[in-house]
T-cell receptor, first 111, second 114 residues
Framework: RKEVEQDPGPFNVPEGATVAFNCTYSNSASQSFFWYRQDCRKEPKLLMSVYSSGNEDGRFTAQLNRASQYISLLIRDSKLSDSATYLCVVTPGDNFNKFYFGSGTKLNVKP | GAGVSQSPSNKVTEKGKDVELRCDPISGHTALYWYRQSLGQGLEFLIYFQGNSAPDKSGLPSDRFSAERTGGSVSTLTIQRTQQEDSAVYLC????????????FGSGTRLTVV
């Protein structure tokens, strides 16, 4: 079983839509969680950390559900510039420095 | 430096040749990581360095792959006797000691083995 699993998509949504991605992880002892964004042929860039209490950054909201072992990313009022692949990242419980990346969920925001 | 610097940005090599990829992490970042990403695939962990500790080499796919980090800063990933399946983007990242702030990636080296 993979450490981190994501729906590859693509999610095709119109501008202004709200879209949500989920990501499941297998290790219940996982400690740190992140969402990264990767544009085509570019390196991944940190979008936001995911805190136990949930956190919001502008149009982006991240949630953690430890009981069900998933994290989510909600994007409100989608912009064309949000089109990218969103990577879910988890650290195993015994090593904060070894990140496991999901394969990513592709988002296409259409005019 | 201001960001993670990788060189070369692109490398085309013939099957069977050795290649060296270089990573210069952000100044002050003690942790350095190598990942690779094949076309349309997720990131595959290769190796991790933390300060003066022994590196975590658990992700290296074969003994043709090796990496070193000199003086706790610059790192070199070496692939010997390259194969076509080694073609990928090799990404280096660095972080502060705990990694709790996430990684910062370099722009990668695109390796093509022909």
């Amino acid at each position: 079983r993979k450490e981190v699993e994501q729906d590859p998509g693509p999610f095709n949504v119109p501008e202004g839509a709200t879209v949500a991605f989920n990501c499941t992880y297998s290790n219940s002892a996982s400690q740190s969680f992140f969402w990264y964004r990767q544009d085509c042929r570019k390196e991944p860039k940190l979008l936001m950390s995911v805190y136990s209490s949930g956190n919001e950054d502008g149009r982006f909201t991240a949630q953690l559900n430890r009981a069900s072992q998933y994290i989510s990313l909600l994007i409100r009022d989608s912009k064309l510039s949000d089109s990218a692949t969103y990577l879910c990242v988890v650290t195993p419980g015994d090593n904060f420095n070894k990140f496991y990346f999901g394969s990513g969920t592709k988002l296409n925001v259409k005019p | 430096g201001a960001g993670v610097s990788q060189s070369p940005s692109n490398k085309v090599t013939e099957k069977g040749k050795d290649v060296e990829l270089r990573c210069d992490p952000i100044s002050g970042h003690t942790a350095l990581y190598w990942y690779r990403q094949s076309l349309g695939q997720g990131l595959e962990f290769l190796i991790y360095f933390q300060g003066n500790s022994a590196p975590d080499k658990s992700g290296l796919p074969s003994d043709r792959f090796s990496a070193e980090r000199t003086g706790g800063s610059v790192s070199t990933l070496t692939i010997q006797r390259t194969q076509q399946e080694d073609s990928a983007v090799y990404l280096c990242a660095s972080s502060r000691i705990s990694g709790s702030d996430g990684y910062t990636f370099g722009s990668g080296t695109r390796l093509t083995v022909v």
